[in-house]
Protein backbone atom coordinates (compact mmCIF):
# COMPACT_ATOMS: atom_id res chain seq x y z
CA UNK A 1 0.00 0.00 0.00
CA UNK A 2 1.36 3.59 -0.72
CA UNK A 3 -0.17 4.99 2.66
CA UNK A 4 2.43 2.79 4.07
CA UNK A 5 5.59 4.67 2.99
CA UNK A 6 7.35 6.31 5.46
CA UNK A 7 7.59 3.31 7.52
CA UNK A 8 9.10 1.46 4.43
CA UNK A 9 11.68 4.23 3.85
CA UNK A 10 14.36 2.14 5.91
CA UNK A 11 14.51 -0.14 3.24
CA UNK A 12 15.79 2.65 0.93
CA UNK A 13 18.99 3.74 1.56
CA UNK A 14 18.83 6.90 -0.13
CA UNK A 15 19.18 10.37 0.51
CA UNK A 16 15.91 11.91 -1.65
CA UNK A 17 16.35 15.59 -2.21
CA UNK A 18 15.56 17.85 -5.43
CA UNK A 19 17.31 20.38 -7.73
CA UNK A 20 14.41 22.80 -9.46
CA UNK A 21 15.30 23.94 -13.00
CA UNK A 22 13.00 26.17 -14.72
CA UNK A 23 10.77 26.36 -17.45
CA UNK A 24 10.33 29.65 -19.42
CA UNK A 25 7.63 31.52 -21.27
CA UNK A 26 9.64 32.83 -23.98
CA UNK A 27 7.38 34.86 -25.25
CA UNK A 28 7.58 37.02 -22.12
CA UNK A 29 10.89 35.99 -21.16
CA UNK A 30 9.34 34.66 -17.61
CA UNK A 31 9.59 31.74 -15.61
CA UNK A 32 6.34 29.70 -15.45
CA UNK A 33 7.32 26.73 -13.70
CA UNK A 34 10.05 24.65 -12.27
CA UNK A 35 10.27 21.04 -12.76
CA UNK A 36 11.76 18.89 -9.72
CA UNK A 37 14.52 16.86 -10.47
CA UNK A 38 14.89 13.88 -7.95
CA UNK A 39 18.73 13.59 -6.30
CA UNK A 40 20.48 11.80 -4.11
CA UNK A 41 22.32 13.88 -1.02
CA UNK A 42 24.29 10.96 0.38
CA UNK A 43 27.81 10.84 -0.53
CA UNK A 44 27.12 8.03 -2.39
CA UNK A 45 25.75 10.48 -4.74
CA UNK A 46 23.46 7.62 -6.84
CA UNK A 47 22.22 8.58 -10.17
CA UNK A 48 18.43 9.01 -10.78
CA UNK A 49 18.35 5.83 -12.88
CA UNK A 50 20.43 4.27 -10.81
CA UNK A 51 18.17 4.90 -7.97
CA UNK A 52 15.20 3.95 -10.02
CA UNK A 53 16.72 0.85 -11.50
CA UNK A 54 17.44 -0.21 -8.01
CA UNK A 55 14.45 -0.02 -6.53
CA UNK A 56 12.83 -1.25 -9.53
CA UNK A 57 15.05 -4.80 -8.74
CA UNK A 58 13.81 -4.36 -4.93
CA UNK A 59 10.45 -4.06 -5.56
CA UNK A 60 10.10 -0.66 -4.20
CA UNK A 61 10.07 1.41 -7.92
CA UNK A 62 6.59 2.96 -6.81
CA UNK A 63 7.22 3.65 -3.10
CA UNK A 64 10.52 5.48 -4.10
CA UNK A 65 8.47 7.33 -6.78
CA UNK A 66 5.53 8.61 -3.99
CA UNK A 67 8.17 9.61 -1.58
CA UNK A 68 10.19 11.70 -4.45
CA UNK A 69 6.66 13.13 -4.91
CA UNK A 70 5.76 14.11 -1.63
CA UNK A 71 9.60 15.55 -0.67
CA UNK A 72 8.60 17.61 -3.85
CA UNK A 73 5.31 19.30 -2.45
CA UNK A 74 6.55 19.83 0.47
CA UNK A 75 9.40 21.41 0.29
CA UNK A 76 8.51 23.74 -2.79
CA UNK A 77 6.42 27.09 -1.41
CA UNK A 78 7.13 29.13 -4.40
CA UNK A 79 3.55 29.74 -4.79
CA UNK A 80 3.72 31.98 -8.09
CA UNK A 81 4.96 29.22 -10.16
CA UNK A 82 3.98 25.93 -10.74
CA UNK A 83 5.62 22.81 -9.75
CA UNK A 84 6.43 20.01 -12.30
CA UNK A 85 6.95 16.69 -10.81
CA UNK A 86 8.18 13.41 -13.22
CA UNK A 87 5.98 10.37 -12.05
CA UNK A 88 5.64 6.91 -13.38
CA UNK A 89 2.38 5.75 -15.06
CA UNK A 90 2.22 2.35 -13.19
CA UNK A 91 2.52 4.46 -9.79
CA UNK A 92 -0.84 5.96 -10.76
CA UNK A 93 -2.22 2.73 -11.65
CA UNK A 94 -1.96 1.58 -8.30
CA UNK A 95 -5.44 1.36 -6.54
CA UNK A 96 -4.58 3.92 -3.29
CA UNK A 97 -2.83 6.49 -5.20
CA UNK A 98 -5.61 8.84 -5.14
CA UNK A 99 -6.37 8.42 -1.67
CA UNK A 100 -2.25 8.73 -1.32
CA UNK A 101 -2.55 12.11 -3.28
CA UNK A 102 -5.76 13.52 -1.41
CA UNK A 103 -4.12 12.94 2.08
CA UNK A 104 -0.26 14.47 0.93
CA UNK A 105 -1.35 17.29 -1.56
CA UNK A 106 -2.49 20.42 0.57
CA UNK A 107 -3.26 22.74 -2.74
CA UNK A 108 -0.63 25.15 -2.08
CA UNK A 109 1.62 25.12 -4.90
CA UNK A 110 -0.16 24.32 -8.45
CA UNK A 111 1.34 21.16 -9.91
CA UNK A 112 1.91 19.27 -12.65
CA UNK A 113 2.39 15.49 -12.41
CA UNK A 114 4.40 14.67 -15.93
CA UNK A 115 3.89 11.07 -16.89
CA UNK A 116 7.03 9.74 -18.13
CA UNK A 117 6.30 8.43 -21.73
CA UNK A 118 9.13 5.59 -21.61
CA UNK A 119 6.85 3.42 -19.32
CA UNK A 120 4.12 1.70 -21.13
CA UNK A 121 0.38 2.28 -19.72
CA UNK A 122 -1.07 -1.20 -18.98
CA UNK A 123 -4.50 -0.11 -18.57
CA UNK A 124 -5.62 2.94 -20.66
CA UNK A 125 -8.90 2.76 -18.71
CA UNK A 126 -7.94 3.13 -15.75
CA UNK A 127 -5.32 5.29 -16.54
CA UNK A 128 -7.77 7.82 -18.36
CA UNK A 129 -9.87 7.46 -14.81
CA UNK A 130 -6.71 8.70 -12.67
CA UNK A 131 -5.65 11.47 -15.07
CA UNK A 132 -9.42 12.86 -15.10
CA UNK A 133 -9.93 12.52 -11.16
CA UNK A 134 -6.93 14.41 -10.76
CA UNK A 135 -7.54 17.09 -13.42
CA UNK A 136 -10.88 17.78 -11.29
CA UNK A 137 -8.67 18.57 -8.77
CA UNK A 138 -6.59 21.04 -10.52
CA UNK A 139 -4.11 19.26 -11.24
CA UNK A 140 -2.45 19.34 -14.29
CA UNK A 141 -1.29 16.44 -16.45
CA UNK A 142 1.73 16.53 -18.81
CA UNK A 143 3.00 13.85 -21.32
CA UNK A 144 7.03 13.76 -20.79
CA UNK A 145 9.76 13.00 -23.11
CA UNK A 146 7.15 12.27 -25.91
CA UNK A 147 9.68 10.85 -28.73
CA UNK A 148 11.61 8.64 -26.44
CA UNK A 149 9.39 5.66 -25.62
CA UNK A 150 6.18 4.52 -25.90
CA UNK A 151 2.62 5.67 -28.30
CA UNK A 152 2.94 9.38 -27.80
CA UNK A 153 -0.29 9.52 -30.12
CA UNK A 154 -2.52 6.87 -27.95
CA UNK A 155 -1.53 8.81 -24.80
CA UNK A 156 -2.43 12.27 -26.32
CA UNK A 157 -6.19 10.80 -27.26
CA UNK A 158 -6.74 9.01 -24.62
CA UNK A 159 -5.50 11.38 -21.84
CA UNK A 160 -6.35 15.08 -23.16
CA UNK A 161 -3.19 16.20 -21.05
CA UNK A 162 -2.81 19.76 -20.50
CA UNK A 163 0.80 19.99 -21.81
CA UNK A 164 3.10 18.33 -24.01
CA UNK A 165 7.06 17.70 -23.10
CA UNK A 166 9.23 17.17 -25.98
CA UNK A 167 11.92 14.92 -25.72
CA UNK A 168 15.33 16.85 -25.71
CA UNK A 169 16.77 14.64 -28.88
CA UNK A 170 14.06 17.24 -31.05
CA UNK A 171 16.14 20.13 -29.70
CA UNK A 172 19.62 19.23 -30.18
CA UNK A 173 21.09 20.39 -33.56
CA UNK A 174 17.30 22.04 -34.22
CA UNK A 175 19.21 24.44 -35.87
CA UNK A 176 20.74 22.80 -38.34
CA UNK A 177 18.20 19.66 -38.82
CA UNK A 178 15.46 20.00 -41.44
CA UNK A 179 13.44 17.27 -40.42
CA UNK A 180 13.26 17.95 -37.12
CA UNK A 181 12.27 21.49 -37.85
CA UNK A 182 9.44 19.58 -39.99
CA UNK A 183 8.45 17.31 -37.19
CA UNK A 184 8.10 20.34 -34.97
CA UNK A 185 6.37 22.72 -37.23
CA UNK A 186 3.28 19.99 -37.62
CA UNK A 187 2.90 19.25 -33.85
CA UNK A 188 2.82 23.12 -33.23
CA UNK A 189 0.22 23.05 -35.89
CA UNK A 190 -1.78 19.68 -34.80
CA UNK A 191 -1.97 21.51 -31.84
CA UNK A 192 -2.83 25.28 -32.50
CA UNK A 193 -6.43 24.46 -31.95
CA UNK A 194 -6.46 22.73 -29.04
CA UNK A 195 -5.47 23.79 -25.15
CA UNK A 196 -2.34 21.41 -25.17
CA UNK A 197 1.21 23.91 -24.59
CA UNK A 198 4.00 22.15 -25.91
CA UNK A 199 7.14 22.28 -23.54
CA UNK A 200 10.50 21.62 -25.82
CA UNK A 201 13.09 20.34 -23.37
CA UNK A 202 17.42 20.40 -23.82
CA UNK A 203 17.29 23.60 -25.45
CA UNK A 204 21.17 23.92 -24.98
CA UNK A 205 22.89 26.64 -27.13
CA UNK A 206 21.02 30.20 -28.85
CA UNK A 207 20.65 29.25 -32.18
CA UNK A 208 18.59 26.25 -31.40
CA UNK A 209 16.71 28.29 -29.05
CA UNK A 210 15.89 31.03 -31.75
CA UNK A 211 14.71 28.07 -34.53
CA UNK A 212 12.31 26.69 -31.79
CA UNK A 213 10.80 29.91 -31.45
CA UNK A 214 10.49 30.81 -34.98
CA UNK A 215 8.49 27.45 -34.96
CA UNK A 216 6.08 28.20 -32.56
CA UNK A 217 7.53 27.12 -29.67
CA UNK A 218 6.06 29.23 -26.42
CA UNK A 219 7.55 26.92 -24.01
CA UNK A 220 11.05 26.21 -23.11
CA UNK A 221 13.38 24.52 -20.78
CA UNK A 222 17.43 23.27 -20.97
CA UNK A 223 21.22 24.65 -19.33
CA UNK A 224 21.10 27.36 -21.94
CA UNK A 225 17.95 28.93 -20.31
CA UNK A 226 18.76 27.82 -17.02
CA UNK A 227 20.30 24.62 -15.04
CA UNK A 228 18.96 22.77 -12.32
CA UNK A 229 20.17 23.92 -8.71
CA UNK A 230 18.88 23.72 -5.15
CA UNK A 231 15.94 24.89 -3.59
CA UNK A 232 18.07 27.27 -1.30
CA UNK A 233 19.31 29.59 -4.43
CA UNK A 234 15.42 29.67 -5.83
CA UNK A 235 15.43 33.00 -4.48
CA UNK A 236 18.84 34.33 -5.33
CA UNK A 237 18.63 33.15 -9.01
CA UNK A 238 15.18 34.17 -9.42
CA UNK A 239 13.88 37.00 -6.90
Not at 43 to 55: G, L, R, T, W, Y
Not at 59 to 75: N, Q, Y
Not at 208 to 228: H, N, T, V
Request: aromatic letters at 14%.
Amino acid sequence: MIQSTEGKMKDINYSITHWFQPIYDLKSNSVIGYEALLRDASEKDFSPISMFNDAKMKGFRELLDVMSIKKALDCFREELNVLFINVFPSTLLKNSFLSWWDMNYTGNVPVVLELLENDPIDDWEKMKKITRELQSRGVKIAIDDVGAGYSFFQQWIELEPDYIKLDKYFASCLSKHPRKQKIISFLVKLFSDDSIKIIMEGIENEADLYMAEFLGISYAQGYFLGKPFPLSELYLRFP
